[in-house]
């Protein structure tokens, strides 16, 4: 998601991140163990892009299809 507006992400902005995660990787990985620092928790890839991942609270319901 966007982390201004809280709208979807941008196709620049998902390619932004895609390429940020090597950037955040080359430091010895500290750029995605960020995450645990981070009050939004933000990895470098997510801050460059500005986009924040926004988890379902409660799991999806199993459903079976009956045969």
């Known amino acids: 998601m966007d982390a201004e507006t809280g709208e979807a992400a941008s196709t620049g902005q998902l ?5 940020g995660y090597f950037l955040a ?6 750029g995605i163990l ?3 620092f981070d009050k939004r ?3 470098w890839h997510d801050k460059l892009a500005g986009t ?8 999806e319901p199993v459903r079976f299809n009956r045969a």
Not at 25 to 30: A, T
Not at 52 to 59: C, D, E, F, G
């Open 15 to 19: 390619v932004g991140r895609y390429l």
């Open 25 to 30: 990787g080359i430091p010895l990985g500290l």
């Open 34 to 36: 960020w995450v645990a």
């Open 41 to 43: 928790k933000q990895g």
């Open 52 to 59: 924040v991942v926004i988890r379902q609270t409660r799991p």
